[in-house]
């Protein structure tokens, strides 16, 4: 990728001779980005801001709930939210989520205020405007922090406007990548403990923020099924946490999969250690019975599939012909 560095530049106010450094800002791959080292610590410390480009992997409002509520007063709970992921082309073989909240100020370490409703509104419509959908290309700029063992783009909990991020729309349609297909072998060791390689190419961080597909495999337990639950995947031997989004595919009574099922998401990483805490964040649910996966990620699963039954045939052929005709 093209690199792009924007060095500090003083600006003079035009009273008192009073100057401000602009933040440094370039434009970076999702692999330079989310490097760490032996302790899983982030490592990308060149700019105070960055410029990232790849393609958008789900609808966001399916991970988190945007809806606005400025009467909550719960410590640590940030009312709507919302989060985008977006994952690297070729060889950069890594993503990104960018992440925005409303109420910072039940952070106990904020001190800037958060958004009013009609604050946080205006803001989802701001960057809402590029009007992009799972399978377009963005170009995200904006500062970031480290969260859990993953570099995220967002305000720092800062909602001045200085510290807006800005999402653009570059290329609509480009198609949400292929699942790549990973066993929990390639996860965990045989301890069932999660692997973690620093340098990014095996384990949990070679994939994270990426869409994959893991196949054959089945709930140790389905009670917890339901808007944003946690649960958890197994081959019979390893295990995997899966995320629920709050699409509205998923809700009590929606999960009729016949055991075992593949299951194709984005893998997210929360760990507190920052070498482990992986797991599979599943968006959004169509009702299929064989597959949980959002629709558009059975789409891009096998291509062609026009009617999502798992094959790819005359039907599909006979389905694209009349939509050309058209």
Known sequence: MKRLMIVPVL??????????????????????????????EQTYTATQMVILEGIVLHNPADMLDPTADDTVTELYNLSGQWQAYFQGDGDDHAGTAVFMGQLYNNLPWVTTGGYSNEEFIAELTRFNAAQFSPGDRIRVTGYFLSYKGKNNVNEQHNKNPDHDFTIELLQEGVGVPRPEVVSLDELKDAEDAYIFDQTRATGGEHYQARLI????????????????????????????????????????????????FDVIGILDQESTDLKGGYRLWVTNYDGNGSVLAAREHRAADKPGDTNLDGTVNFVDLARLAEDWLR
């Open 11 to 40: 600006v003079a106010f035009l009273l008192g001779g009073v100057s401000k450094a602009d933040p440094t800002v370039a434009e970076v791959t999702h692999s330079e980005f989310q490097a760490v080292n032996a302790n899983g």
């Open 213 to 260: 597909k893991i196949e054959g495999v089945y709930f140790v337990d389905t009670n917890a099924w339901g808007p944003n639950a946690q649960l958890t995947i197994t081959d019979g031997v390893k295990t995997l946490p899966l995320k629920l989004g709050v699409g509205n595919g998923i809700y009590a009574g929606s999960n009729n999969l016949t055991e075992p």
